[in-house]
């Protein structure tokens, strides 16, 4: 199932005050960027980040997830609390790279 606008729109607007945001669409799911860097996946309206050690702390107790068939297992982040949102989107893009132009 494919992810809807209004939801990336929704998440989009959570951390709208941590940078520059902007999304690309792939396969009918959508990634997000702050700053030009990958930080969260949305796959069929649930929003993913990678488990990182990074952002560990802010993840205790927090259910897991695989956003697709094949991926390697991820934090599945609550998307109604825009201040946590908003931190563990900062914290990843302090340790995020942006991705290199094939």
């Known amino acids: 199932m494919a992810s809807d606008l209004d939801y990336v729109q929704y998440v989009i607007d959570q951390i709208k ?8 669409k792939m396969f009918g799911e959508y990634l997000i960027y702050l700053n030009k860097k990958p930080i969260v996946m949305v796959c069929d309206n649930t929003a993913f980040v990678k488990m990182l050690d990074c952002i560990k702390p802010l993840m205790e107790n927090v259910e897991t997830g695989f956003p697709y068939e094949g991926a390697k297992e991820h934090y599945i982040v609550n998307v109604d609390d825009s201040e946590y ?9 302090k340790n995020v790279s942006i991705p290199k132009k094939k």
Not at 17 to 24: C, D, H, N, Q
């Open 17 to 24: 005050t941590s940078g520059t945001i902007t999304y690309k």
């Open 85 to 93: 949102l908003s931190n563990v989107a900062i914290v990843l893009e």
